[in-house]
């Protein structure tokens, strides 16, 4: 039987069980992130981390998801209330769906039923993990415009331009996967990688899509729209208590969702690795093991991000725009081309796959560095405004800044009608005394 047979064969009780350990997921590793995240960061700069809660620091993570949610709620008097509260579902819900297409392992026994480890098989389940990944932006434009502050709007707006930026480059990354496997389901994509990796045998496809999935989960060094050291703190700067903590669900959980998804299309998903997977004729790619492998493999690309954010410093937004759209996006369409030319290669010819890849690889590593290091020729411009700050536009000289804001207004407004109430109820105690003399 199909994995698809096998998941329409399940009945209501192991679907129910499926879909609770899927949304568990994401919260119970996203406490075990936030501490891992902090302790390595912590010795990778030679700093201590969390050392005061629980044994090592270990349960400093609870401790946070505990305080949270008791923290008092201050809601900025300007903020659109119905959006403001609605703003973090929309970010924290599309990113739990997204693990239900992830198959984490083979055919199992779960109390006697035979099935696959997996809630749903769709024929489209790379679309389904991609919305997933993407809707969470609506989340994050909507808390910043809600908030009725200036810097949660540019850092929503920041959010938006970033993930069109790298979506496209994502989904070109998928293409040549979809094209291999012949397939957009993710358990026959796992499947088709039983005679090689796609890790290797499309490697620029992998850079192009771990690049994205950092880009795409806000992460350090591409962590703009929520940079402190420009925009105050993003996005959420006007959230706290539990709605804040929702925010950092949905980042941790889309990290661990891009991972998972990474270790699907290229890492041979539950499948054991070379060495392993030959003892015992595959013994170790069948029953529960497979689910080891799985997870072990994400934790590897887990912790890139961690180490990342370590290493790094942030990039300048305009660098950030010209990663993605002058080199991830370019070198995503050129690897298509280099891909279908090998597709039409093979079917006519003898030359192996292999060969043609790297050739075309090789290619394209010269042009993006050529492109890279290349320096720009600029065409000045006679109406062009003048260009000062050592060679950075800065704002015309003759900004204008308003005189007031929608929150001073109403503050405005707002004393303005407690002076009229004092002032009424002062004469109106006046009368009664000049009345009692």
Request: aromatic share 10%; hydrophobic share 50%; charged share 15%.
């Amino acid at each position: 039987m199909t994995r698809a047979e096998l998941l329409a064969d399940d009945p209501l009780w192991l679907i129910l069980l499926k879909a609770v350990v899927l949304m568990l997921i994401g919260p119970i590793m996203t406490v075990g992130l936030i501490l891992a995240d902090r302790k390595i960061i912590g010795r990778m700069q030679n700093r201590p981390g969390p050392n005061r809660v629980g044994p090592y620091g270990m349960l400093q993570s609870i401790a946070d998801a505990i305080k949270l949610p008791f923290k008092e709620q201050v809601i900025p008097d300007t903020a659109d209330r119905k959006v403001y509260f609605l703003a973090p579902v929309i970010a924290v819900v599309p990113a739990l769906i997204g693990l239900a297409a992830i198959p984490f392992g083979p055919e199992v026994s779960i109390f006697g039923e035979r099935t696959v480890l997996q809630l749903v098989e769709l024929p489209v389940g790379v679309l389904l993990v991609l919305a997933g990944a993407s809707i969470g932006v609506f989340g994050i434009v909507l808390a910043g415009w809600s908030s009725g502050s200036p810097y949660p709007l540019l850092g929503g707006m920041r959010s938006a331009a970033q993930v069109i930026s790298y979506e496209i480059a994502m989904g070109l990354s998928i293409v040549g996967v979809a094209l291999y496997a012949q397939s957009l389901a993710t358990g026959q994509i796992v499947d088709a990688q039983r005679s090689g990796w796609y890790f290797y045998l499309l490697l620029p496809s992998f850079v192009i899509y771990v690049i994205s999935m950092v880009g795409e989960t806000n992460r350090a060094p591409f962590d703009l729209p929520e940079a402190e050291s420009e925009l105050v703190g993003g996005f959420h700067t006007e959230y706290n208590s539990m709605k804040f903590a929702m925010f950092f669900l949905a980042e941790y959980t889309n990290m661990v969702i891009v991972s998972a998804f990474a270790t699907t299309l290229f890492l041979g998903g539950w499948m054991a690795p070379w060495p392993l997977s030959a003892i015992g004729g595959g013994v170790l790619n069948t029953g529960w093991w497979p689910v080891l492998w799985f997870f072990g493999k994400m934790f590897i690309l887990l912790f890139g991000f961690i180490w990342l954010r370590a290493t790094l410093p942030r990039f300048r937004y305009d660098q950030f725009m010209k990663l993605g759209w002058k080199v991830l996006v370019p070198a995503a369409l050129g690897w298509l081309v280099l891909i279908a030319a090998v597709r039409a290669i093979r079917n006519q010819g003898n030359v192996s796959t292999g060969q043609i890849l790297v050739i075309g690889g090789i290619a394209i590593v010269v042009i993006v560095l050529l492109s890279l290091l290349l320096p720009e020729r600029r065409v000045p411009d006679e109406d062009s405004v003048p260009i000062t700050g050592g060679g950075y536009p800065v704002p015309p000289l003759d900004l204008k800044v308003p005189e007031t804001t929608p929150r001073r207004k109403a503050l405005k407004a707002k004393a303005k009608s407690a002076t009229k109430r004092t002032a009424a109820l002062t004469s109106a105690k006046e009368g009664s005394d000049d009345g009692n003399v």
